[in-house]
């Protein structure tokens, strides 16, 4: 039976820090599935109930919530309300000093960002992480910087690197910027009496299994077969946006998407595509086994990937691309920039470097292609030729030994093995 990589539903572990500074509230949140860390800032009018903090912890759903000791009650009290919706979150009180401006400026221009150059200077850093966020908000930043510090000192989040340094850090793919001021406000009373999202219960009454998703808009209109595609429509119902040419844009996308001639196929290949992020955050985690199946569902995420482009480019008829330029669709143009010749070339790596075979045909869990490390080569021979030496000393030592009569038993050889820590291992 051909090993896959497991298709359960992966879970987001939310971490959330809020600050409030008059009437200005600054809120940063670390997601450790995408390894995004998304900041925000908005203003409060002083109502006791905070709408605007409910509105985000229902969208986000945190396991923890950070803030100061030094917060107002009434911020403290709205941070630990709870819809009873979702499960229940948790407030945290941390001092004051881990989101003072001066050390959360400073561990956010040292912050480590995929794709960053490691040369950059301090000047170039700023540069870099303002195209990133506003970095001229003290609440945002205080949030941001703290939360950072929080994560990396607790140890909550399997997503923490080991610099050369020795020092640690929270492993971050982008920093994203969210701006409330062309989304529909909605708070979750609204999203129930809608009946937007409906969430089952699992039926086991030990509790044992997951909840999914019920009957509601959410469930009648999702209809993607990748789990990225899930998650990005549930992102647009939790944040339903206001500006027409986008909407617009999304419907003439949706509409170009399911004629007959496109609709077979992208289902078709795209359900090849598994959850990216889940198997990419698992092959970066010390703490995870990364077994064959995750390399195998990782290659044929990629092949699918890349016949996405394949399809775009060769099942359009005349008629369907005239269509596409009287409606303005992009979506062509945007699955080339985004599925580019570098998924190609990480296909390549990683043939060249895995054997997701061997399992099946050795019996054991090595991945690494014979020839690519001597090395690694040499070790291998010496574990598949472990076997018959054993027997050889066993066959030995029980030649040395006197005669002995039937009635008794012979003495045992036995074996244990031993694994020492490796340089070759950590490399």
């Not at 109502?47 to 803030?67: C, E, G, R, S, W």
């Not at 709870?82 to 003072?100: I, P």
């Not at 506003?134 to 997503?159: H, Y």
Request: charged share 25%.
């Amino acid at each position: 039976m051909e090993e896959e990589v497991d298709e359960t539903e992966s879970v987001h572990q939310v971490y959330m820090a809020c600050l409030m500074h008059g009437h200005r509230v600054g809120i940063s949140y670390y997601d450790s599935l995408t390894r995004e860390l998304h900041v925000l800032e908005f203003w409060e009018d002083g109502t006791a109930d905070f709408p605007l903090i409910d509105m985000v912890k229902y969208q986000v759903k945190p396991l923890i919530i950070y803030t100061s000791t030094k917060s107002e009650e009434s911020l403290l009290a709205a941070l630990q309300q709870n819809d009873g919706a979702s499960e229940a979150h948790t407030v945290k009180l941390m001092k004051s000093s881990v989101f003072s401006y001066e050390q959360a400026w400073h561990r956010l221009v040292y912050l480590r960002v995929t794709g960053m150059d490691d040369g950059l200077n301090v000047k170039e850093r700023i540069c870099f992480l303002s195209s990133m966020m506003d970095i001229e908000s003290e609440v945002q930043v205080r949030a941001s910087g703290g939360l950072l510090a929080i994560l990396e000192t607790e140890r909550v989040v399997d997503t923490i690197e080991q610099n050369e340094c020795g020092s640690v850090s929270i492993a971050i793919n982008s920093v994203m910027q969210i701006s409330l001021n062309k989304f529909l406000k909605v708070d979750s009373a609204a999203y129930e009496a809608l009946q937007i999202f409906q969430t089952d219960k699992h039926p086991s009454h030990m509790g044992i299994g997951r909840a999914k998703e019920g009957f509601s808009v959410f469930g009648m209109m999702n209809k993607c077969v990748t789990p990225m595609g899930k998650r990005l429509l549930r992102t647009w119902f939790l944040r339903p946006i206001l500006d027409l040419d986008n909407l617009n844009s999304r419907l003439n996308i949706s509409f170009f998407v399911s004629s007959e001639e496109l609709l077979t196929s992208l289902r078709d290949t795209l359900k090849s595509v598994k959850d990216v992020p889940h198997i990419l955050k698992k092959f970066n985690s010390p703490s995870s086994v990364c077994t064959c199946g995750d390399w195998t569902a990782f290659l044929k995420s990629l092949s699918a990937l890349l016949h996405i482009n394949k399809i775009f480019e060769l099942g359009i008829s005349e008629n369907l691309q005239e269509q596409a330029n009287y409606f303005s669709v992009n979506i062509v143009e945007k699955a080339a920039s985004c599925i580019s010749m570098d998924l190609a070339y990480v296909y390549e790596l990683v043939v060249g470097v895995v054997d997701v075979n061997r399992s099946k045909d050795k019996g054991y869990e090595t991945t690494v292609k014979d020839g690519f490390c001597d090395e690694l080569d040499e070790l291998r021979q010496i574990y598949e030729e472990l076997p018959e030496f054993l027997e050889e000393v066993s066959s030995l030592e029980l030649a040395r030994l006197p005669y002995m009569s039937r009635d008794k038993l012979l003495p045992q050889v036995i074996y244990i093995n031993q694994i020492v820590p490796h340089r070759l291992y950590e490399q």
